[in-house]
């Protein structure tokens, strides 16, 4: 079983950026795809970015398509959601994520950090 702490939440004016990550503990992510999820308050918990799992292909919901880029390295168990251009449909808690499919829903991922808020005003 992976370990994820998620790190680099905090409230951001719209049009700010902030940089989430994720350290992994247990075992190595290499074997996992790696997500980025959200949910905000009274919505469902919807995906918001993928990595393979070496990294050469990442995959984005159409909303942050273009704004947000999710990164990882390997050799330190880590992953990253760098968010530009935040806006207030953005504020969230974010969550990271590890699976065996590249693009997972909800019921494929198979370890969930506990969380990181992210607060976007206007």
């Known amino acids: 079983q992976v370990q994820l702490v998620e790190s680099g939440g905090g409230l951001v004016q719209a049009g700010g950026s902030l940089r989430l990550s994720c350290a992994a503990s247990?075992?190595?992510?290499?074997?996992?795809?790696m997500g980025w999820f959200r949910q905000a308050p009274g919505k469902e918990r919807e995906f918001v970015a993928a990595?393979?799992?070496?990294?050469?292909?990442?995959y984005y919901a159409d909303s942050v398509k273009g704004r947000f880029t999710i990164s990882r390295d390997n050799a330190v168990d880590t992953v990253h959601l760098q968010m530009n251009s935040l806006k207030p449909e953005d504020t969230a808690v974010y969550y990271c994520?590890?699976?065996?499919?590249?693009?997972?829903?909800?019921?494929?991922?198979?370890?969930w950090g506990q969380g990181t808020q992210v607060t976007v005003s206007s």
């Open positions: 994520a590890t699976s065996l499919v590249v693009v997972p829903t909800t019921l494929q991922v198979n370890s």
């Open positions: 247990g075992r190595t992510i290499s074997r996992y795809a």
């Open positions: 990595t393979s799992r070496s990294g050469g292909s990442t």
